[in-house]
């Protein structure tokens, strides 16, 4: 069997112990994109698909991805024991690409094109519906913060990032407005007391008047 059929078989086993919004199904999406946007940028395949398969490898359950800004580092560490396991030959070069993922990785070596399109991937999959929707999930671990203060951190990071591709960037230009979700639910929360409603009612309502054909194309590649 070939090392990446080997870890693909390995998946669903190894991201069992996830963290909810960085589960199986999220790294199946980042997967997708770090495909088209490598050989759209004409990247080493072979490095960027297993790095995209492993990069949240140290995200488990009751691990906040929010207050674990090493995980880049710590997820190529764990990374490449299963990838020398599996048989591949260019662990070293994979587990940098896993490094550069993150916002906080180390900046202290080069970075690479397959790097800046895993970064663009990964990034991709939270400026979506979908995207905003499991990070607020992953707020419910942290009591000292709701939806609402989760909503304004995220939508501060969604005006703030920039994509490293080109690729990247054309494909965040088109999803952007998944930002008026956090829109909405900061709004809500502002005028919840007034309405009487329940605050996940109001987020319904409000969320449910987007245009349907907008929601389906930001839901691609789910």
Known sequence: MKPIDDLKTRLPKLYSENSCDHNLAHIRRVVKRAQIIGQAERAQLSILLPAAMLHDISLEKGT????????????????????????????????RVIRQHSIDSPTNEPRTLEGDCLFDADKLDAITPLG????????????????????????????????????????GRDRQEAMGFCEAIIRCARIQPASGKPLNVLIQDTTAKRPRNKIARYSEAA
């Not at 207050?67 to 020398?84: C, D, P, R």
């Not at 009591?143 to 005006?159: F, M, Q």
């Open 132 to 171: 905003v929707a499991r990070i607020l999930q992953e707020s419910a671990l942290d009591e000292n913060r709701g939806p609402v203060e989760t909503a304004k951190r995220l939508l501060k990071w969604l005006k703030a990032v920039r994509f490293k591709t080109r690729t990247g960037r054309a494909m």
């Open 64 to 95: 906040l991805h929010v207050t674990n800004k090493h995980h880049a580092t710590l997820g190529a560490k764990k990374a490449k024991v299963i990838l020398e396991d599996c048989g591949f030959a260019n662990v070293p070069q994979i587990c």
